[in-house]
């Protein structure tokens, strides 16, 4: 089974800091998504890496896809209230089928 | 913008009764799944289906079943539901010709038995 391990499990800050969060496993994927969930709505995709070592941007979001692609990282710069949320990774390994990560609960205070 | 909608958005129902959880989606995509999502812990794949009378169970076994009559619609059957089913029951749907695969969900269904 691949597992997934998402850190921290919460994450509380003050508007306008940087922050870092983290997706690892033992597994390598062939490709991993991070998705952001609002309270009372279903997760929608932010992004897909799938070459090792890729970055990828979305505007003040930097995902990064680790060299051995079993791991990744999402990069917040100067977060917003807007930011606020459940983020989630998820890996597909070679069947395909996506496995995710208990997810990361962010909080940003104005 | 996903076109992909849930019914129920909030049940609330006793012990030993049979609920349907419906879904649809308007894009046309041939894949569509099920998880169920509990409160710090991953999403775990109850059901899927890769086209219409295709169903297979998923990695976390549930009492559920589901149908896939039509390509739009999957909806999600308890007989008899138990508080144990309590739990927040999320739909997906994807195209076959998105590579690498990514997910369309509902806005959930939160399910409370009592």
């Known amino acids: 089974t691949q597992l997934l391990e998402q850190s921290p499990q919460f994450l509380s800050i003050q508007e306008g800091e940087n922050l870092t969060v983290y997706c690892n496993s033992s597994s390598v994927f062939s490709s991993l998504q991070w998705y952001r969930q609002e309270p009372g709505e279903g997760p929608v995709l932010l992004v897909t890496?799938?070459?090792?070592?890729e970055v990828k941007k979305l505007k003040r979001l930097t995902f990064q896809f680790g060299d051995a692609r079993k791991d990744s990282s999402l990069h917040i710069t100067a977060a917003q209230p807007g930011d606020t949320g459940l983020y989630l990774c998820?890996?597909?390994?070679?069947?395909?089928?996506?496995?995710f990560g208990k997810g990361i609960t962010l909080s940003v205070r104005p | 913008e996903a076109d992909i909608y849930q019914t129920p958005r909030y049940l609330v129902i006793g012990t030993g009764k049979k609920i349907t959880l419906e879904c649809s989606q308007t894009m046309g995509h041939d894949k569509m799944y099920w998880y169920q999502q509990d409160p710090g812990m991953e999403l775990h794949l109850i059901h899927y289906s890769y086209g219409v009378n295709s169903t297979e169970k998923g990695d976390l076994s549930s009492e559920s079943t589901v149908s896939r009559i039509r390509t739009e619609h999957f909806p999600l059957t308890l007989e008899s539901a138990r508080p144990s089913h309590t739990s927040q029951y999320l739909c997906?749907?994807?195209?076959?010709?998105?590579?690498?695969?990514?997910?369309?969900f509902g806005s959930g269904t939160q399910l409370s038995v009592l």
């Open positions: 890496v799938v070459t090792g070592g």
């Open positions: 998820a890996g597909a390994g070679a069947n395909s089928k996506l496995t």
């Open positions: 997906a749907s994807t195209s076959t010709t998105f590579l690498p695969e990514k997910l369309f």
